[in-house]
Antibody, heavy 118, light 110 residues
Framework: EVQLLESGGGLVQPDGSLRLSCAASGFTFSSSGMSWVRQAPGKGLEWVSGVSGSGGTSYYADSVKGRFTISRDNSKDTLYLQMNSLRAEDTAVYYC???????????WGQGTTVTVSS | QSVLTQPPSVSAAPGQKVTISCSGSSSNIGNNYVSWYQHLPGTAPKLLIYESNKRPSGIPDRFSGSKSGTSATLGITGLQTGDEADYYCGTWDSSLSAWVFGGGTKLTVL
């Protein structure tokens, strides 16, 4: 069974940093692109970032470009999202998803909550 | 303002049929496959339709997808109270090099 488990969320002050992790199992992780998607309170789904299976290509939403960095460790079957210079508007539930790019995001994790507040 | 446009809400009675539209442009829907997701806030979004009209294993055939030009449609027949959720369309935008979602449609089964 394909499973994705996010961790690393929490309360952080504005301008602070946080690193999210997503542990994958049940599929060949290195063969799959991966993505991060978030949902702010009362808002819809917003794609944040995606990375190719090798990690060599990554994409970012304009809202996070220059502040967030997506990466992966294929030896650990784990996806990461390093979030710097956090703002109140980054407050959201962050989901990792298998797929992205021109491929569908077919399996999603349960999400981890990030709250940016002083 | 979302790149893809969906109606904010739709409603219908149990047993009836509903359609949810998703409008985009040539850089997204017009040249890429569309996916549809069912989402209850706080839970994992669930893939209902991929490659515009295909259902993953386990998704009942009450759910269907279609695409024409720069628009896509999700159809749900035999509505059940358990279908009440938010529904999102999504696809890759080749010009933005970004995945884009519609703003979401809240389905109410009256």
């Amino acid at each position: 069974e394909v499973q994705l488990l996010e961790s690393g969320g929490g309360l952080v002050q504005p301008d602070g940093s946080l690193r999210l992790s997503c542990a994958a199992s049940g599929f060949t992780f290195s063969s799959s692109g991966m993505s991060w998607v978030r949902q702010a309170p009362g808002k819809g789904l917003e794609w944040v970032s995606g990375v190719s299976g090798s990690g060599g290509t990554s994409y970012y939403a304009d809202s996070v470009k220059g502040r967030f960095t997506i990466s992966r460790d294929n030896s650990k079957d784990t996806l990461y999202l390093q979030m710097n210079s956090l703002r109140a508007e980054d407050t959201a539930v962050y989901y990792c998803a298998k797929g992205g790019g021109s491929y569908t995001m077919d399996v999603w994790g349960q999400g981890t909550t990030v709250t940016v507040s002083s | 303002q979302s790149v893809l446009t969906q109606p904010p809400s739709v409603s219908a009675a149990p047993g009836q049929k509903v359609t949810i539209s998703c409008s985009g442009s040539s850089s997204n829907i017009g040249n890429n496959y569309v996916s549809w997701y069912q989402h209850l806030p706080g839970t994992a979004p669930k893939l209902l339709i991929y490659e515009s009209n295909k259902r993953p294993s386990g998704i009942p055939d009450r759910f269907s997808g279609s695409k024409s030009g720069t628009s896509a449609t999700l159809g749900i027949t035999g509505l059940q109270t358990g279908d009440e959720a938010d529904y999102y369309c999504g696809t890759w935008d080749s010009s933005l090099s970004a995945w884009v979602f519609g703003g979401g449609t809240k389905l109410t089964v009256l």
